[in-house]
């Protein structure tokens, strides 16, 4: 308990220090005075493949706190992220990430993912539409092995942003669904200047709505306001996002027979922060 305590004091520092940051760090480089367009990731739980305009390499750190969570929803205590997003030429992006989490329980865990998207549709232009598709592979906090692929769609232009993901994740546990469909939907609205703000919605395991025995407890729906800050001529952005998280259903199976991965019995909340560089 004590080590808890003390990480949510160093989450609760962190998360001030990263906001004086991204309001404050200014690069001598003018061409870069159009970054609210420009940034990587805007989106916390939204992935999406690098505008043009923002092609290149970029460091993000994160972090977030949970209760009654599990992955890729959240993590159940506090958990640190860093990761690397950057361009690999035509039209391909590399995303690779490493985390830790430190679980209410005391417990100590780590996370691994990498994933290389692609735009198929679009892609060409600062403004506009973009879909494309995903290959990639993740070691999950409680050491279960996922594959994962992903349809992505973005929009941008100076006034909105959009993001929207359908992943697919093939878990390889025997008391894991034979295949998971998670969707999420990312909006930001500029609220003044590079300040914006929206919301994001995030649906795990939605089979759970029409099936009665889906292996890993049920459907959960995750929703929260999203706040996004590129400041002018900065390498520097902010995002900020977080929210209940719903168990909207749940399956004969978990009733009778938890699986591996223990699923949270009440509603929970995450909240989760960016904080990125450009290089």
Not at 96 to 121: H, P, Y
Not at 205 to 230: C, H, M, Q, T
Request: proline share 4%; net charge positive; aromatic share 12%.
């Amino acid at each position: 308990m004590q080590l808890l305590q003390f990480m949510k004091k160093i989450y609760l520092i962190l998360l001030l220090l990263t906001l004086f940051i991204a309001v404050k760090a200014q690069t001598i480089n003018p061409q870069l005075s159009n970054t609210s367009i420009a940034q990587p990731q805007p989106f916390l739980f939204t992935v999406n493949t690098l505008n043009p305009s923002a092609r290149g390499w970029s460091l993000n750190y994160s972090g977030g706190y949970g209760q009654h969570t599990v992955t890729p929803l959240g993590y159940d205590g506090v958990d640190q992220n860093v990761s690397v997003k950057g361009y690999l030429g035509d039209k391909f992006t590399l995303i690779a990430s490493m985390g830790v989490g430190f679980g209410t329980k005391g417990t100590i865990n780590s996370l691994q993912q990498a994933e290389v998207l692609r735009d198929f549709i679009g892609g060409n232009s600062v403004e506009g539409i973009r879909i494309g598709a995903s290959l990639g592979f993740r070691r999950e906090f409680n050491s279960d092995k996922v594959a994962l692929s992903r349809i992505t769609a973005a929009f941008d232009n100076q006034q909105w942003k959009f993001g929207a993901n359908v992943r697919f994740e093939k878990a390889f546990d025997k008391n894991r669904d034979d295949l998971d469909v998670i969707s999420s939907l990312g909006v930001h609205r500029q609220i003044k200047g590079a300040f914006f703000g929206g919301f994001e919605v995030v649906g795990q395991d939605l089979e759970g709505f029409w099936e009665k025995d889906e292996a890993e407890g049920g459907a959960r729906l995750l929703i929260g306001p999203s706040l996004n800050y590129v400041p002018f001529a900065s390498r520097f952005s902010f995002t900020l996002c977080g929210g209940p998280i719903i168990y909207a259903t749940r399956s004969v199976t978990e009733l009778n027979q938890f699986p591996v991965r223990e699923l949270p019995t009440n509603n929970g909340f995450t909240m989760k922060f960016n904080l990125g560089f450009r290089f």
